[in-house]
């Protein structure tokens, strides 16, 4: 059994934590004590506030469900100390000298940085933007003003551009444009709306290319505890958990 240390014990980290199956968390850690006792009592975890004293568990992958700060501060711990880590907060690689410099260390270390599919769909095969770049490759995010935090009356564009901008503006709720341009190979445009009618969180992904061109809508259900994470995210890194070790691999 998968045996990991989980960075971040707020929405995400609550699902992960009452849907492990075939992994068993060992450790959790927060900077809120309450937070991390909470949620350690929930799978029989051990809890701390301190982390390199959470480091010193006995656990193979480290899964990220925090924040952007976090990897920053976090992220090369974790390589250094000779296991994975899934970042969730995968805006943290927008900044590329940030993102050359953990890859480096993760390359040294000889162990790797995984970025789950989170809220979206299409990162597979996005990944072609590789060998083929897209002409275009953009995310139109709507969410409900609550999730950002604002109130609004009406339909509202509140950002418009690259995503390593956006993500510097919004790091709780638009990584999942940092990930699609890791996959793809060149920043995404975005646009981020907020609609007072939307009951979900969607994800609209326009991309055209030598390929032909794709589009992609996806509707998400807001999680529980958290409104401008969608469910499917943490789903996303249950299913990523329980296919590591499946010698069967599917998607590019
Ligand atoms: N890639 C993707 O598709 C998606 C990514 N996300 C990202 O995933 C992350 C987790 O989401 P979610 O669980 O809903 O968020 P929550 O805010 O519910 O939980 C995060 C928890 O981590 C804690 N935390 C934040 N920073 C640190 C730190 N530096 N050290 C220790 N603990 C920390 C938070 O404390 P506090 O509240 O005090 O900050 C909180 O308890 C977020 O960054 C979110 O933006 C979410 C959805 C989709
Ligand atoms: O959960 C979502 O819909 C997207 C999100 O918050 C993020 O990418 O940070």
Redesign the pocket.
Known sequence: MIKIGL???????HIIATHAESIQVVAV????PE?AERLAALCHARPYTDFDAFMREDFSIVVE??????VR?YAEKVLRSGRDIIL???GALADAEFRDHLVGVAREAGRKIRI?S???LGLDNLKIGQVSPPTKLLLRTTKPPSSLGMSATRRMEIFKGLAHDCIRQY???I??AV?LGLAAGRDADVELWVDPEAERNTHEIFVEGDFGDIYVRVRNVP?P??P???YM?ALSILTLLKNLENPLVVGT
Do not use: E, H, Q, Y
């Open positions: 960075l971040g014990c707020g929405n995400v980290g850690f927060d900077i809120i937070r469900a925090a924040s952007v700060d976090a501060n969730l907060s995968s789950p989170g809220a979206i790091p709780k709720n990584n999942v990930a999680s505890d958290n401008a994470t969608s995210a």
